[in-house]
């Protein structure tokens, strides 16, 4: 009969590490691509705004193809405001980051230039003691 393996406490201490490491290069990362800067003039929420109310008034006298358009458009409107005042803590995540950037870089070979392609900025890597 085979011996049942089992871990030894510092094994699974050393998974549990490893999977909140990840889980926090995985959030900072998603929220970096989240928060990329887009083409084109930033919206602001007043802008939103203006649109929004703009809508109103096209609203009123829009044919149903376009009333269609508008409704549409004033949903993705209403979202990306309330997106925007939600907001991601960006910092609290690059904080996190910094804290386990370093020994996840080494445990897992990456190098500088591989999180800098991912939009790391270098004065976080720097932070993070990664050069």
């Known amino acids: 009969m085979a011996k049942a393996r089992t871990m030894t406490p510092e094994h699974k201490e050393a998974l549990a590490i490893g999977r909140r490491q990840g889980k926090i290069v995985k959030d900072y990362l998603e929220a970096i691509k989240a928060n990329k800067p887009k083409r084109g003039r930033k ?11 703009a809508i109103e008034v096209e609203l009123s006298g829009a044919e149903p193809i376009q009333e269609l358009l508008l409704i549409q458009e004033q949903s993705d409107l209403t979202k990306e405001l309330e997106k925007l005042s939600a907001g991601t803590n960006l910092d609290d995540l690059e904080n996190r980051f910094v804290e386990v950037a370093a020994a996840y870089s080494q445990t897992k070979g990456i190098e500088a230039a591989t999180w800098r392609k991912l939009g790391v900025e270098s004065k ?8």
């Open 43 to 53: 919206r602001t929420p007043d802008s939103i705004n203006q649109r929004l109310k």
């Open 124 to 131: 976080v890597l720097t932070r993070a003691g990664i050069r």
